[in-house]
């Protein structure tokens, strides 16, 4: 192999190592329902899922760096205890980015027989609402029912997320393969 072809191989290899850190699924944020927990037609239940204190921490320890979200799905836990049927709806982030979810039948939340009974994670991947997330690490969210009523246990993300690095800290570890390449030549 030639000179500038192993120089050529050692930088995009450097770049693209320091370019950002792997992205990691993880949960950055969740909330859970203390009071008034119940979703009853035409009325809203209307909560934040904060990640900014999980994001901040993330990249304490990187100088310069920010961090950026390329995947994320809000898990929701709900329940009906008292066994009626009901048409949800979701809305997840706000203004323009806005993206709802609406039921697709008239039981949407199972039937429990008791008021322990929740039903398994809903999982939703963000599309357009994923741009509220990214501005702030916040998600504002909105459950409502056009018909019947549920209750709101908890929620939660999923993300995948990584830490990209100051643009000069990728240079800088450039220019040092570069002067490791033609100190090699030299050598040679």
């Known amino acids: 192999m030639s000179y500038k072809t192993t120089t050529a191989k050692l930088i995009a290899t450097a770049v693209l190592a320091?370019?950002?850190?792997?992205a990691q699924a993880t949960t950055i944020a969740t909330t859970t329902c203390v009071s008034e927990c119940g979703v009853?037609?035409?009325a809203s239940k209307n909560f934040v899922l904060d990640a900014s204190?999980?994001?901040?921490n993330?990249?304490?320890g990187f100088?310069?760096?920010s961090w950026a979200i390329d995947t994320a799905t809000v898990f929701l836990k709900l329940t009906d205890p008292n066994g009626g049927q009901e048409t949800v709806k979701y809305t997840f982030g706000f203004g323009d980015n806005k993206q709802i979810y609406t039921g697709s039948n008239s039981n949407d939340v199972p039937n429990g027989n008791n008021s322990t009974y929740i039903v398994p994670?809903?999982?939703?991947?963000?599309?357009?609402?994923m741009v509220d997330l990214v501005d702030d690490g916040k998600l504002h969210v909105s459950l409502s029912a056009t018909e019947g009523s549920y209750s709101f246990v908890s929620a939660y993300i999923d993300a995948g997320v990584r830490v990209v690095p100051e643009p000069g800290t990728v240079a800088l570890v450039g220019l040092g393969m570069l002067g490791l390449a033609?100190?090699?030549?030299?050598i040679g």
């Open 58 to 60: 993330l990249i304490a």
């Open 18 to 22: 320091c370019s950002s850190m792997a």
């Open 63 to 65: 100088p310069g760096a």
């Open 182 to 186: 033609l100190r090699r030549r030299k």
């Open 121 to 129: 994670d809903i999982g939703i991947a963000l599309t357009t609402s």
């Open 53 to 56: 204190a999980y994001l901040a």
């Open 40 to 42: 009853v037609a035409n």
